[in-house]
């Protein structure tokens, strides 16, 4: 079976989902503490805390500051700042492609969030 996670970083993900059941939590994002990359009004720019590290040289996650499951469950607010980040992120050369998982393969059903990538691979 392909995955997209390191042996090591498989290992300390099946780890942490021994201790921690809950996945809805917002706490799953901030495994590595309380690390912000970039800061928005309803958005954060975090490290992945379990990176896709097999596949990517960088992982990062945009996720909203309030916890909805689905990007349409976003304020007009949320929305239109996403939007921003979005046009912002597309302009720049820190990523190069931008990952968002459909629910069978999210491991974070209810806080939406999309992976800002690099891969390793071109």
């Known amino acids: 079976m392909f ?3 390191t ?3 498989s290992e300390k993900y099946l780890q942490h989902l021994k201790t921690h059941k809950d996945t809805s ?4 994002f901030s495994v590595n503490g309380d690390t ?3 800061d928005f009004t309803y958005w954060d720019i975090v490290p992945a805390a379990f990176p896709y590290d097999r596949i990517f040289s960088k992982h ?4 909203p500051k309030r ?4 990007l349409s469950d976003a304020t007009k ?3 239109e700042e996403y939007m921003h980040i ?4 597309e302009k720049s050369t820190e990523y190069e492609s931008l990952l968002q998982n459909f629910a069978p393969a999210r491991s974070i059903q209810s806080h939406f969030h999309v992976h800002l990538v690099v891969w390793k691979i071109h």
Do not use: C, G
Not at 67 to 70: C, Q
């Open 7 to 9: 042996k090591k970083t």
């Open 3 to 5: 995955t997209k996670r």
């Open 36 to 38: 912000v990359l970039k």
């Open 60 to 63: 990062h996650l945009l996720k």
């Open 86 to 89: 979005i046009d912002m992120l």
């Open 77 to 79: 607010e949320e929305l």
């Open 25 to 28: 939590s917002q706490n799953q």
């Open 67 to 70: 916890v909805f499951a689905s």
